[in-house]
């Protein structure tokens, strides 16, 4: 949809082993622009067929979305007798003005866009009043060059190119419910290429003297024992495939609610609201939790974000004191996409003004009140609160032994803005860290940075340029870290500091490493110049394409025949001299299990791939928002979590703001960054 199509393929590279290299094949998919009109696809993206809407001026909105989604683009125009290929500036302004408006010097006369075409081609345009698009070369030094204007009724779209914008969220659903192929149909699809791709280059290894094999290789793996889920009351629970059963258990350190405002935005029957609030209340008891009714509950009609802005900021003053604010939205409210707008608004103001943590709840799920969802709900909530969800049984595991002492484990990630957004978002890095020995409460840390690239090899030559993923004020955020497990733990510091950190390339392990690691212990130095912990450093990688399937279908384990979860493999396919791992840590519910491999860059802790790969294991079952293991480790899962409401903070992604604002002069993006208000050891990104 929104003229936009999904491609099947493959992906293919060469990997090295501990013996031997393989070949990596595994099955993928694309979004890729449909080969039309560039005008039909500019309609279609939009889901209008009005023209003068779609390109309204005073509609900034329609603007940005449009120059977002032809940043770029390859063209084809076909006002000549032979077709002329184009490409859409990748920076500067997109949009002119319109054929009829824009004017240029044609041999020391002025002439308009429309009045050129029809003297030098002959074309008559049809839509002479909508913009042109600006296909001009780049400036230099990276700067916009002179534009040149070219009638958008008269682009063809190339074939074959990758769609660049974020997909929208029916559209993110669509493509995943193509691409999930259970374990076993897609184990056969890569079975089948294997054969395809590398039977076709018979000839060509044998005059190189390469060997291969077109079947997949076997390998012996382990299964993890998981943790023991520890609830009050001293009530344990075992997970079985990566999930376990709640209903029989009270949360290990329950909050009660007296004190919160519940706001309907999108008229939802008061029976409707009766029936959830007393199901809200149902699922707290059963919790250990006890919810009382609000103190009021507002049905307003806001068409604006200054509108929920105030009534927030009047309710916090009416009130005083209030532990929660909870709201009714509707995805399909009109206009089109007005809930994120609610959401990023709520979230912005009871995170950086108001100091009240909020919940918001899809009118769906009002509606249906069921029993499961608002039980997931009572654990955000709690969570919010300062509650404790549940912990791990620790004795007689490795974890155990590490907690004897001081212990913090941190995670850490850099968010990058989407495709053709540098100029006006920064990039967001997050961290987080431990504060207690169940490892259930957190503190956070984050600051906003410029979006560099870098060249490769400068030296070399090489074009193709690639993130920075150095986290620049990593030293400022693990510094407030440390003095938040301090003040938590009433003067103790962390002994051991063990930090996963996502969202790292192979190419950038080293960088990543020298200037972290350094930050890290200057951050020790600063807090107290004699202190030194042991320090562990672990990347964790998710955009691989290693996939595990068992040989064996009695081991697979759900519908989707995937591997169990703690199934973990750490020879044969792994590095030859460094230490990493791979972890399936969570159950699918559809398509294909990716697991997670894990490189120990830093290591002062001397932890065995046994002590390390239980404790990742066991850190995958301390995520508060359900009572499932997850695919990666909590602190990292926190981070990504942190660095999404801290964007909501500086409101980007805001369609309505003019995004020049926003752009930071002399690349200083923290000053956007706004304070989040809360308590330690609550959790307001949960």
């Known amino acids: ?43 279609t993206m939009l889901d209008t067929s009005d023209l003068n809407w779609a390109f309204d001026p005073n509609n900034r909105k329609n603007s940005q979305k449009i120059s977002d989604h032809l940043y770029n683009i390859r063209v084809i125009a076909n006002h000549m007798k032979y077709p002329k ?50 296909v001009g070369k780049p400036g230099i030094s990276g700067k916009p060059g002179k534009p040149v204007a070219l009638p958008i009724e008269l682009c063809l779209i190339k074939d074959g190119q990758r769609s660049g914008p974020e997909l929208e969220s029916d559209q993110t659903t669509k493509v995943l419910k193509f691409a999930a192929r259970p374990a076993s149909e897609r184990r056969d699809m890569i079975r089948e290429i294997a054969r395809n791709v590398l039977g076709k280059s018979d000839e060509v290894q044998k005059h190189y003297g390469i060997r291969t094999s077109s079947e997949m290789l076997q390998v012996d793996g382990r299964v993890l024992a998981p943790p023991l889920i520890l609830y009050d009351g001293n009530k344990l629970a075992e997970p079985s495939r990566g999930q376990w059963d709640i209903t029989q ?75 929660l604010i909870l709201v009714i939205l509707d995805e399909r409210m009109p206009p089109k996409k007005f809930s994120a707008v609610v959401y990023r608004e709520v979230k912005k103001v009871g995170d950086t003004e108001i100091g009240v943590p909020t919940q918001c709840v899809r009118q769906q799920n009002v509606n249906k009140a069921n029993g499961s969802t608002v039980g997931n709900i009572c654990l955000k909530i709690n969570a919010k609160l300062g509650g404790v969800n549940h912990s791990i049984v620790m004795e007689g595991t490795p974890t155990a032994q590490l907690l004897k002492v001081p212990t913090m484990f941190m995670g850490a990630d850099v968010n990058h803005p989407k495709p ?62 440390i003095d938040a497990f301090v003040l938590y733990n009433k003067g103790r510091k962390p002994e ?43 990347v ?31 020879h044969s396919v792994t590095h030859q001299i460094e230490f990493n791992f791979f972890l399936n840590s969570h159950f699918a519910l559809q398509g294909t299990a990716k697991c997670a491999l894990y490189h120990v860059l830093w290591d002062e802790n001397n932890f065995t791939a046994d002590t390390l790969q239980a404790i990742t294991y066991q850190l995958c079952h301390t995520y508060a928002r359900c009572a499932k293991s997850v695919s990666y480790p909590t602190p990292v899962y926190y981070s990504h979590w942190v660095a999404y409401r801290y964007s909501k903070s500086a409101g980007y992604g805001d369609p309505d703001r003019d995004r020049n604002q926003l752009i930071a002069p002399n690349g200083d993006w923290d000053q956007f960054r706004r304070e989040v208000k809360t308590d330690l050891g609550t959790m307001y990104w949960a």
């Open 420 to 481: 053709g957004t540098d100029r006006y978002t920064p990039s967001i890095a997050a961290a987080v860290a431990t504060l207690d020995r169940r490892l259930a409460k957190y503190a956070s840390s984050c600051r906003f940075q410029q979006h560099e690239r870098a060249d490769a090899d400068e030296s070399a030559g090489v074009k193709r340029r690639y993130r920075k993923e150095i986290i620049i004020e990593f030293q400022a955020m693990a510094k407030e870290l």
């Open 540 to 570: 964790v990688q998710k955009r691989h394409h290693l996939r595990m399937f068992p040989a064996n279908p009695r081991d697979a384990c759900g519908k989707a025949q995937n591997v169990p979860p703690g199934t973990t493999l750490d």
């Open 249 to 323: 258990y009270q949360l290990l350190q329950a909050k009660g609610m007296d004190s919160w405002v519940l706001i309907d935005l999108c008229r939802t029957y008061d029976d409707n609201i009766k029936k959830f609030v007393s199901e809200l209340m149902k699922q707290g008891a059963s919790k250990g939790m006890d919810i009382r009714p609000p103190r009021e509950t507002v049905k307003q009609q806001l068409r604006t974000d200054s509108e929920i802005r105030k009534l927030l900021l009047d309710l916090k003053q009416h009130f005083g004191s209030l532990q």
């Open 1 to 43: 949809g929104g003229g936009r199509w999904v491609w099947d393929g493959f992906f293919q590279s060469v990997r090295p082993g501990q013996w031997k290299p393989f070949i990596n094949i595994d099955k993928t998919c694309g979004v890729f622009v449909k080969p039309v009109a560039l005008l039909d696809f500019i309609l």
């Open 85 to 134: 290929r184009c490409r859409v500036v990748s920076r500067g302004k997109v949009l002119l003005k319109s054929a009829r408006n824009e004017m240029f010097d044609k041999d020391g006369k002025m002439i308009s866009v429309e009045q050129y075409f029809l003297q030098q081609y002959g074309v008559i345009l049809k839509h002479p009043l909508i913009p042109c698009i600006n």
């Open 496 to 538: 051991k500091i063990i930090y996963f950190r996502d969202g790292v390339s192979d190419g950038q392990f080293s960088h990543v490493l020298q200037h972290e690691l350094y930050a890290l212990r200057a951050a020790c130095i600063e807090v107290d110049p004699e202190y030194r912990p042991t320090m562990t450093i672990v």
